[in-house]
């Protein structure tokens, strides 16, 4: 069938590129079955943490380049999904420090996934609740938010405002929609929107900065997830092993924050949020005990002198990327299988038959995208050049390795922050 064929090569395509994609996932699977077993026992417990308000410890997987961890990622991703969560896969970027809470927030929130939605965002999410605006968990997140005093009020007007306001003012409800994913609402439209729903004065708006404004949104989305009806939020934080290119103060921020989002911090848990993450198996080697930095000799002195809350959770997220769980090497019953199927697909994807083609050389660290793209290489030059001949080594290719020397763009140290908070009208 045409669809058939159509899906065949998009997997095809996808894996030529090294872009893992669901489908490929669906058809080769991971290899990984004793991550995927310790993942899925942490979905289950996100709900009883949740029930004592606490998160449930997230954990890395670290690999080579090739390895999979991109891949794995994607069926975490689908699992999740499946399982009832709303899930954001956010890549370290310089887009997206991982030092910086309101661009990881933004980042977050856009790549927000929920089952059986096309949409991502948290407007999925927001719908959802619209719908059950009367549940009990909607109305105990609402008591939650307004007498715990653990958020800003402007979460409790807010969500106020959306539940009551937001089925017939469209444009309110984006607003809201926009601040809970990492825009600034002022404080004068979220009175002027109170006030027309004939509650003035029921929320005092004290001001916070962003920084803590966006903590604040990233400890709410979880609970808000979890009154829409959806299990919990899992967060999937690829390339971790780019914080290796930072400066030495962003790297020591960005350790305290990778330990904050996976529930390290005894005193900063988000309930409902699970976290996972992936990082190269040469980040401890070259950055954290070798290289131009050693962060494990001296990032916490460094840092203690700066801030010590920092310094502590620093020396979290470094313990963290030390215990990350190494991916496996695929094995021979995991390598025929995958050539098995990708000889099939390739065949169905172009209308061939694709002959037999050599391996390239087992040497126990040969990542598993190196196997795939031989594979696939050696197939598209059969069906393209019928006559071709192999030569002894056509394998030979040298693999990518992690750069961690500094980059000027990531390393720039942003500008001091004002230390004094806003007025309450900016925000």
Do not use: C
């Not at 390895?67 to 009832?84: N, R, V």
């Not at 007498?147 to 807010?158: D, Y």
């Amino acid at each position: 069938m045409e669809s058939d064929r159509l899906s065949a090569r998009r997997v095809v395509e996808a894996l030529r590129a090294g872009v893992p994609s669901g489908v490929a996932v669906a058809r080769l699977g991971t290899g990984q079955a004793d991550l995927e077993a310790r993942y899925r026992a942490a979905l289950a417990d996100v709900e009883r943490a949740a029930t004592q308000d606490e998160q449930p410890t997230g954990f890395l997987v670290r690999g080579g380049f090739g390895a999979g961890k991109s891949h794995l990622l994607t069926t975490f991703e689908h699992i999740a999904l499946a399982e009832g969560f709303a899930v954001s896969r956010v890549v370290i970027s310089k887009e997206t420090p991982l030092q910086d809470p309101a661009k990881f927030l933004a980042s977050a929130a856009e790549a927000m996934r929920t089952p059986d939605e096309i949409d991502r965002g948290v407007e999925p999410v927001a719908r959802r609740l619209l719908r059950r605006r009367d549940d009990p968990a909607v109305l105990a997140l609402e008591q939650r938010l307004e007498h715990a005093g653990e958020f800003n009020m402007r979460f409790a007007a807010t969500l106020f405002v959306y539940t009551r306001g937001g089925a017939s003012d469209q444009e309110l409800a984006d607003r809201v929609v926009r601040f809970w994913s990492g825009d600034l609402l002022n404080a004068s439209d979220i009175r002027r929107a109170v006030r027309e729903l004939d509650r003035a004065g029921a929320y005092t708006l004290e001001p916070i900065k962003k920084r803590d404004l966006a903590l604040e949104t990233m400890a709410f989305l979880p609970l808000l997830v979890r009154a829409s009806g959806l299990r919990g939020w899992v967060l999937l934080i690829d390339e971790v092993e780019l914080v290796g290119r930072y400066s030495r103060l962003q790297r020591g921020r960005a350790y305290g924050e990778l330990a904050r989002w996976l529930g390290a911090l005894r005193s900063d848990r988000r309930p409902g949020l699970l976290a996972v993450g992936a990082v190269s198996d040469d980040f401890e080697s070259n950055v954290l005990r070798g290289g131009r930095s050693a962060d494990l000799d001296d990032m916490a002195t460094y840092l203690a002198g700066r801030d010590l809350e920092t310094a502590e959770a620093a020396q979290e997220g470094m313990r963290l990327i030390r215990q990350s769980a190494l991916l496996e090497a695929p094995d021979h019953a995991l390598l025929h299988g995958t050539y098995t199927t990708l000889r099939r697909l390739h065949g169905l994807a172009y209308d061939w038959s694709p002959p037999d083609v050599s391996w390239p050389e087992a040497l126990g660290t040969t990542p598993m995208r190196k196997y795939v793209r031989a594979w696939i290489n050696a197939w598209d030059v059969r069906r393209l050049y019928p006559g071709f001949v192999e030569d002894d080594n056509p394998y030979e290719m040298s693999e990518p390795r992690s750069d961690y020397s500094e980059d000027g763009d990531l390393a720039d140290e942003p500008p001091a922050r004002d230390e004094h908070p806003p007025r309450a009208d900016d925000w």
